[in-house]
């Protein structure tokens, strides 16, 4: 019996459902929250990868809450190079029914690519597909 307690994790990019990431939170026992947005704004830069940084106050960034254990999240730290690429960080995210709760998030505060101005990364821009 797993018996860690359940960490939320919001992703904006190639995580999301759909994207080229995403089996490391759909072949696992992770559980989908919700649609949501951070309760910050931030801005979301596309180059290779998507990017936020928290360092813009842009827009509120569009993604998805999943609920994963400790195993999870420390094969996806390994896959963003936490702490040398990506940081994971913690920040305020709205789920679709008003609900506020923390969540890591993925922060580069050094971003590169284009500024996309609506906080949304859409399939076209996954680099992976
Ligand atoms: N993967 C993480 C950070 C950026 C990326 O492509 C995510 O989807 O949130």
Redesign the pocket.
Known sequence: MKTDKPIP????????RG???HDFLSGTDSKFLGKAQTAEPFALYVGN????TSREPVCPIK?EVYMVDAETLSK?DE??EHPDW?KRGITEVILENGTAIEAY??F?DDPEGILIESGF?SKRQ?PGL
């Not at 994790?9 to 999301?16: N, R, S």
């Not at 990868?49 to 936020?52: E, N, R």
């Open positions: 994790l919001f992703v904006y990019g190639t995580l999301k994207f080229s990431n990868f998507p990017y936020v993604g996806i896959l963003e990506y998030i993925y580069k990364f996954d």
